[in-house]
C-alpha cells in the first residue's frame, strides 16, 4: 500500500510540474501573440471600463487554456477534489473552478459526492 500512495505521489508531482509548464508556456504564448500581432490593438478603455467583447476573447482564451490543464490532471491522475487538482496542476482554485464550468458547459466531466466533498472526473 506504501509502494502505491508513494507512486501516486510521484505521479501527482510529475502532473504538477508538466501543468506548471504548460501553463508558463501558455502565458508566454498569450504574451507572445499581443506583442506580435501587428493586426492586434489594445484593449479600448473607456474610465476603468475594457470593451466587453474584445475582453472577453482574452478571458475564453484563459478559462480555455486551463480547462485544458485540468482535463489532461483528470486524464492522468483519474477522478480528483477542488485541492488534488490545485496540488496537481499549480493552478489557484478561482481559475480551477472557471476551468471546471468551462468543461461541465462542454459536457467533458461528471462531478460525484464523497460526503462533502466533491470529485470531478472526465465522461469518457
Do not use: C
Not at 477522478?79 to 471546471?100: C, F, H, R, S, W
Amino acid at each position: 500500500m506504501k509502494k502505491v500512495k508513494d507512486n501516486v505521489r510521484k505521479g501527482m508531482a510529475e502532473v504538477g510540474k508538466t501543468a506548471a509548464h504548460l501553463k508558463a508556456d501558455a502565458k508566454a504564448e498569450v504574451t507572445r501573440i499581443r506583442v506580435t500581432d501587428t493586426d492586434a490593438e489594445p484593449l479600448p478603455v473607456s474610465g476603468n471600463k475594457i470593451d466587453a467583447e474584445k475582453a472577453s476573447e482574452s478571458v475564453e482564451l484563459i478559462f480555455g487554456i486551463n480547462a485544458g490543464i485540468i482535463w489532461e490532471s483528470l486524464n492522468q491522475n483519474g477522478p480528483m477534489t477542488v485541492n488534488d487538482l490545485a496540488k496537481t496542476t499549480a493552478l489557484l482554485p478561482e481559475d480551477i473552478y472557471g476551468a471546471l464550468g468551462w468543461l461541465a458547459r462542454e459536457n467533458k466531466i461528471s462531478v460525484e459526492r464523497e460526503g462533502t466533498v466533491r470529485i470531478y472526473l472526465l465522461k469518457l
